[in-house]
């Protein structure tokens, strides 16, 4: 049976003049990895924003079943759907691990009182957090940073750490903003691979990529953006096939 | 010998005392600041409101525990309301709007002679054991009382920082977005930062106004928020023992130039500014040496990029 986790319908955004995103509809099927390609400007990183609740715009979005276009960012991150920054956002003056153990929903330790007066059912739960984010740590590989600022860490690094950080909340699903750009060959190598093995857990991802080739292996659905709106969607063998998807990347980085 | 201990004593007692109310007054404004990210520059309104508060409702037949308990929750209640319509804005609102409101208050106060009989300030109300200790030994009492009461504040902001509480609180300080975009309530986050620096604050106001057994408005000018700034900073900033250690250091400062100033040819009026100068200098020259305060982490310089 196929379930949507996310739809998105007629979804539209201005800037001033500029018409970011311009009636745009999107479904993603629970479990499956979503690539959304397209020039630059063409609207991909303000459709993230959208969904993720820190623009507001026209339009309905519905996620796990619940209305989410009016919610504040923080709350449908609470549904279960966290988004990575195009440019990584690590908390710099905390360390990889403050980063990581931040993360988890429903923390005792976040409520004043129960810091005050149940010291030891708080100390016993950051000892959970910390096993969890050691565990994640292992799992992209970057065990041996869990004592180091974030802000020592590389660009690459600071990528994991992000997706790292965004498995710590236990979501159901993912929105990825370029996970691969700027980073060496063997880095996005090892992204890839990361998302595939989330993505056999059964993990939903949208994946906004530039990288025709890289996104076209991971994903099991590619929607195409151009000028604010979808221009195409289909299997990513369908995409690769589309000459008009082709000569609007050639017009756009030409 | 024994004539300069006799005069000693009491000098380092009162250094002591100062210290240890700037040192939680500066704690609640480290909490707003220095881990939270929040600009107050109206941090002495609510030293005032604890002040009068505590004085008020003892002058009106209360126990001075309620009277410091209902200081302290409505200098608390007034940080809330401060914070409702200011911490969804961008962080300068919140600037803008506490300088605004201690200035205020602080005419309200001058002015509302009904209420807090304006100028003439308040004097005649209860101190902490007043019959029970001998007059001579009062102040050093107070000071145990005081220095108790700072290991307190000092060991309950400690638990908190270092909490998934306060944990939250770091990562707004750097990047809201990255703390609502991991279900993170920032709003509610700052405001109960905002509220706790300010019930704090509220206890400095009525240690103060015990210490000093008499209040008037002119006590709260806006350049007590800058001592708890200067204080913070020179401790170094998102440290609570910087704080202590800052707010020491300041007062000693303070008491130091107030007692040299008879071999300085100043008026009182230019020896305060010559103060402040020498203070500024300090300043700059440690931040030039040490950005991050005595105490501060350089990593979690809050100044920094
Ligand atoms: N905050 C903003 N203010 C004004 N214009 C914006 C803003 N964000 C994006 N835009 C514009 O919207 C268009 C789409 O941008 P964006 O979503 O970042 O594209 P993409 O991520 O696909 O490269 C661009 O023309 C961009 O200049
Ligand atoms: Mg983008």
């Not at chain 1, 195409?232 to 609007?248: F, H, M, N, T, Y």
Request: hydrophobic fraction near 45%; include cysteine; aromatic fraction near 10%.
């Amino acid at each position: 049976m196929k379930m949507d986790i996310l739809s998105v319908k007629d979804l539209e955004k201005h800037f001033g003049g500029v018409k970011a995103v311009d009636g745009c509809s999107i479904s993603i099927e629970a479990g499956t990895v979503m690539g959304l390609i397209g020039p630059n400007g063409a609207g991909k990183t303000t459709m993230f924003n959208l969904i993720s609740g820190f623009e507001r715009g026209i339009g309905e979005i519905v996620f796990k079943g619940i209305r989410t276009d009016n919610l504040s960012p923080f709350k449908i991150a609470r549904c279960g759907m966290v988004r990575t920054f195009q440019i990584p956002r690590a908390l710099t003056k905390m360390t990889v691990s403050e980063n990581l153990m931040l993360a988890p929903k429903t923390q005792l330790g976040e409520r004043i009182w129960d810091v005050w007066l149940r010291p030891k059912r708080v100390r016993e739960q950051e000892m959970q957090i910390r096993e969890k984010s050691r565990d994640i740590l292992e799992f992209f590989e970057i065990s041996h940073l869990e004592d180091e600022y974030a802000g020592a860490l590389s660009g690459g690094q600071k990528k994991l750490l992000e997706m790292a950080r965004a498995m710590m909340i236990d979501p159901s699903m993912m929105l990825l903003d370029e996970p691969f750009a700027g980073v060496n060959p063997t880095l996005a190598r090892k992204i890839s691979r990361y998302i595939c093995e989330l993505h056999e857990d059964g993990m939903t991802f949208l994946v906004i990529e530039h990288d025709i080739p890289a996104i076209t292996k991971i994903s099991d659905r590619i929607v195409v953006m151009n000028e604010g709106k979808v221009m195409a969607e289909g299997e990513p063998a369908e995409i690769k096939r589309r000459r008009d998807v082709l000569e609007v990347y050639i017009g756009g980085e030409g | 010998m024994i004539e300069y201990v006799d005069m000693l004593l009491p000098y380092i007692t009162t250094i002591l005392l100062i210290s240890s109310i700037y040192a939680i007054f500066s704690l609640g404004l480290n909490l707003e600041w220095g881990f939270t990210g929040l600009i107050n520059f109206g941090h002495v309104a609510f030293l005032a409101i604890g002040a009068y508060t505590t004085v008020m409702f003892n002058m009106s037949g209360f126990s001075l525990f309620v009277s410091v308990i209902a200081g302290i929750v409505l200098s608390g209640f007034f940080g809330l309301l401060l914070g409702i319509p200011t911490l969804r804005l961008r962080e300068d609102y919140l600037a803008i709007v506490t300088i605004g409101f201690s200035e205020v208050l602080r005419f309200i106060l001058l002015n509302e002679q009904w209420l807090t009989r304006g100028p003439f300030g308040i004097h005649g109300f209860d101190r902490p054991l007043q019959d029970v200790i001998p007059y001579q030994y009062y102040n050093t009492f107070l000071l145990i009382l005081y220095l108790m009461i700072l290991v307190i504040v000092y060991f309950a902001l400690e638990r908190l920082i270092r909490s998934p509480w306060g944990r939250v609180l770091k990562s707004i300080r750097e990047d809201e977005e990255v703390s609502s975009a991991l279900g993170k309530n920032v709003f509610w986050y700052r405001l109960q930062s905002l509220m706790i620096g300010s019930a704090i604050a509220g206890l400095a106001g009525a240690m103060l106004a015990f210490y000093i057994s008499y209040i008037d408005p002119n006590t709260f000018k806006p350049i007590e928020t800058f001592h708890a700034w200067i204080i913070i900073i020179l401790g170094g900033t998102a440290s609570n023992k910087g704080t202590i250690v800052g707010a020491l250091v300041f007062c000693t400062f303070l008491s130091v130039t107030q007692f040299t100033s008879r071999f300085l040819p100043f008026t009182a009026h230019q020896m305060g500014a010559f103060r402040m100068i020498v203070i500024g200098l300090l300043l700059i020259i440690l931040m030039m040496h040490k950005p991050e305060g005595i105490f501060g982490k350089k990593e979690e310089l809050a100044l920094s990029d």
